[in-house]
């Protein structure tokens, strides 16, 4: 999992999503910055 953060009309926004070999969910995080990435196990 990935959390992320980036800027929509001067203001921060966050998000998350989920990869792996594949994108899971929430898209593959373009336009954010990777503020950190947890692995699940």
Do not use: F, N, P
């Not at 800027?7 to 899971?24: I, K, N, P, S, T």
Request: aromatic fraction near 12%; hydrophobic fraction near 35%; include cysteine.
């Amino acid at each position: 999992m990935y959390l992320g953060c980036g800027c929509d009309e001067g203001r921060m926004v966050a998000h998350a999503w989920l990869c792996g070999q594949y994108y899971v969910t929430g898209g593959d995080g373009s336009g954010y910055s990777i503020v950190d990435k947890v692995t699940v196990m």
